[in-house]
Structure formats: structure tokens, C-alpha cells
């Protein structure tokens, strides 16, 4: 399985921007995928997560209102619509993905494929 991130890039404050994570060599209909971000200095933190299998998704409390993740199975692509951006938001966006999860009820765990991540810079 291969993730690949798209859709970073340097935006204003209060701007929107979308990042993309494309999977490709599925070998299993109950694939979880999940964004983290990591800024400088700081520890990854679990932003989203999503079931291809069934829909059910979680946001963390830090983002809720803000940002929604969403898929199109057709694609094998999942998004995460990231709106009034901040300046605290810049950092490096990871999406990381599972061939187990059914069901999401909160942020998806022990995820064993990651893609390389890409950069998300806020700044006026």
C-alpha cells in the first residue's frame, strides 16, 4: 500500500486549503486512513481520521469547525478541508492508513503505512 499527499502550499490566515491523500495497492475493502501533523518542535498530533469501509469519521477537538476530512472510494482518495486557517495550523501533514479499520469511533492508531508528508505554511 502507497500513500501519496497533495495539495500544500503557503496560504493566508483565514484561508482555506485542501491536501489530498491518494492510496494505491489496496489489498483490503476496510481501509482506515488517517491525517497527523507535525510542526517544528513540537509532537505529531492526530488531526482526522476516516473509514473507506463506511464513512464514519472523526476530527480532533484542536480543529473541529474548522477542518472535515472526507473520501471518494471511486478514487481511493481522502481529503482534508482545512478552512480559517492559522498560523499555529503550519506544519507538516501526514496521512497514515490501515487495511483493518471498519469503524472509526476516534483517532485511528497504530496505522502501519505512511506517505511522506507535505508542508502546510500559514503566513501572512
Known amino acids: 500500500l502507497q500513500l501519496v499527499e497533495s495539495g500544500g502550499g503557503l496560504v493566508q490566515p483565514g484561508e482555506s486549503l485542501r491536501v489530498s491523500c491518494a492510496a494505491s495497492g489496496l489489498r483490503s475493502d476496510y481501509l482506515g486512513v488517517a491525517w497527523f501533523r507535525q510542526a517544528p518542535g513540537k509532537e505529531r498530533e492526530g488531526v482526522a481520521c476516516i473509514s473507506m469501509y463506511d464513512g464514519s469519521s472523526y476530527v480532533a477537538g484542536s480543529v473541529k469547525g474548522r477542518f472535515t476530512v472526507s473520501r471518494d472510494n471511486a478514487r481511493n482518495t481522502v481529503y482534508l478541508q482545512m478552512n480559517n486557517l492559522a498560523p499555529e495550523d503550519t506544519a507538516v501533514y501526514l496521512c497514515?492508513?490501515?487495511?483493518?479499520?471498519?469503524?472509526?469511533?476516534?483517532?485511528?492508531?497504530?496505522?502501519?503505512?505512511w506517505g511522506q508528508g507535505i508542508q502546510v505554511t500559514v503566513s501572512s
Open positions: 497514515a492508513a490501515d487495511e483493518a479499520i471498519i469503524s472509526v469511533g476516534g483517532m485511528c492508531s497504530n496505522l502501519d503505512y
